[in-house]
């Protein structure tokens, strides 16, 4: 059975519409945690829009799962992680405008600094996972920079406009698994699960955990955070 991961960025969203002090993005966390939460997710992002590092400081020190910090490859994030030493760090793309994130990672075309980053972190001690699209040829990349955690991108399945086209983007998740499971990495998946498509995924065979936000924060606006966080690992069980 996958575990569960819990991004919290949108609890620290909340908080920065007004810009005070609630919702507490660590409240969420503990409570995402006696829910079932497996580990905790959240996004230090550049523009610092949700998440920030002085949230990340107070979160490792409490809770009892671990911390997936979300990055990109900027110098100054890595240097945050560094400092913070989180159990895994995910490498994302992060472009300013965007709304979430878009894609996967290109780890062929940033190779160098992909490399880089990733042999920083290790040497700190940090797992790296890489956010990459279900594609051979980025789960080839991700070898050679020496990564051994992939997370594949699932947003084109929860995008998906027809069963057709859904049919094939979990055969796509699903031949990328194989793969990657082949070549020893530990294979997790996110982006766009959501209480109706999440099954599938969850079935796949080797699936190590799925990372999970938007849909168990949006949920959770009706039904309590640790409500909407037990209805998810119950139906990834
Ligand atoms: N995994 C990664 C690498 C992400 O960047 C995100 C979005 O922050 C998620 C999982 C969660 O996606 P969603 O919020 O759509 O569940």
Redesign the pocket.
Known sequence: MPKL?V?I??VATIRQARGGFEPDPIKAALLCEEAGADSI?A?LREDRRHIKEKDLFRLIKVIRTHLNL?MSIAPEIADVALKLKPKQA?L?PERRLEL??EGGLDVKAGFKKIKKTVQILKQSGIEV?L?IDPDIKQIGASLDVGAGII?L???NY?NAKTPLQKKNELKRIKKATDYALKKGFVV???????YKNVKPIAHIEGMNEL???????SHAVFVGIFEAVKKMRELIR
């Not at 997790?188 to 959501?194: R, S, Y």
């Not at 990372?211 to 924060?217: L, Q, R, T």
Request: no cysteine; aromatic share 4%.
């Open positions: 991961g991004n960025d949108h997710v996004h979300e995910t994302v979430t994130t996972s956010f997370e991108h699932t947003g929860a997790n998946a996110g982006h766009g699960l959501n990372n999970i936000g938007h849909s168990i924060i």
